[in-house]
Nanobody
Framework: QVQLVESGGGLVQAGGSLRLSCAAS????????MAWYRQAPGKQRELVAR??????SNYADSVKGRFTISRDNIKNTYLQMNSLKPEDTAVYYC?????????WGQGTQVTVSS
């Protein structure tokens, strides 16, 4: 079992920055890929960025060049979000895959005002 706790969301003006953090606990030595997803009201949850256990990352086209995912050890991941746009407003969820099982955090709200 793995528990994921996000932090760092909030309200920011367009053009501003936020840094989301995700801390995992439990069976952390089995964590493989970690990722950030987001879900805006009335829309499906979508992948924002992911990073493998070896450090390979990829991004949604909508955030390339603005967001950076990082991982400082096997259990913590971060999402640095710069040049935020109103369309980035969503609940952001941390994700971890552990031995073919998927785990989700509770989500953190990010609101970007125009």
């Amino acid at each position: 079992q793995v528990q994921l706790v996000e932090s760092g969301g909030g309200l920011v003006q367009a053009g501003g920055s936020l840094r989301l953090s995700c801390a995992a606990s439990g069976s952390v030595f089995s964590i493989g890929t970690m990722a950030w997803y987001r879900q805006a009201p009335g829309k499906q949850r979508e992948l924002v960025a992911r990073i493998t256990s070896s450090g390979t990352s990829n991004y949604a086209d909508s955030v390339k060049g603005r967001f950076t995912i990082s991982r400082d050890n096997i259990k913590n991941t971060y999402l640095q979000m710069n040049s935020l746009k109103p369309e980035d407003t969503a609940v952001y969820y941390c994700f971890a895959r552990v031995l073919a099982k998927d785990y989700w955090g509770q989500g953190t709200q990010v609101t970007v005002s125009s």
